[in-house]
């Protein structure tokens, strides 16, 4: 059983940034593939980025490459989204998901585990 608490959510001009924090708790955090999702009123539910379990595989959308970081510190059991040159269309609720299955999923029906979601909120 993994259980994900997100932070670092809030209220950022565009441009600006943010960091997210995903704590998970348990033992077998590094056996993982942890990723980012998000979700905004109406609409589906999308990919953002994905971390190998030892961190040698980092995918992210197109939309968010080049100006979001994913990191995981498996010594602290916690996943980490840079936020950087943040737009309006980054307004969202983020969620982090652990799976065990594949290195790499940008499917959501994949992933078992998942946080409860944290806003982030892009005014221009």
């Known amino acids: 059983q993994v259980q994900l608490v997100e932070s670092g959510g809030g209220l950022v001009q565009a441009g600006g940034s943010l960091r997210l924090s995903c704590a998970a708790s348990g033992r077998l955090f590094s056996s993982y593939t942890m990723g980012w999702f998000r979700q905004a009123p109406g609409k589906e539910r999308d990919f953002v980025a994905a971390?190998?379990?030892?961190?040698?595989?980092?995918y992210y959308a197109d939309s968010v490459k080049g100006r979001f970081t994913i990191s995981r510190d498996n010594a602290k059991s916690t996943v980490y989204l840079q936020m950087n040159s943040l737009k309006p269309e980054d307004t969202a609720v983020y969620y982090c998901?652990?799976?065990?299955?594949?290195?790499?999923?940008?499917?959501?029906?994949?992933?078992?585990?998942w946080g409860q979601g944290t806003q982030v909120t892009v005014s221009s």
């Open positions: 971390i190998s379990w030892r961190g040698g595989s980092i």
């Open positions: 998901a652990a799976q065990g299955r594949t290195d790499y999923s940008a499917d959501y029906s994949i992933y078992d585990y």
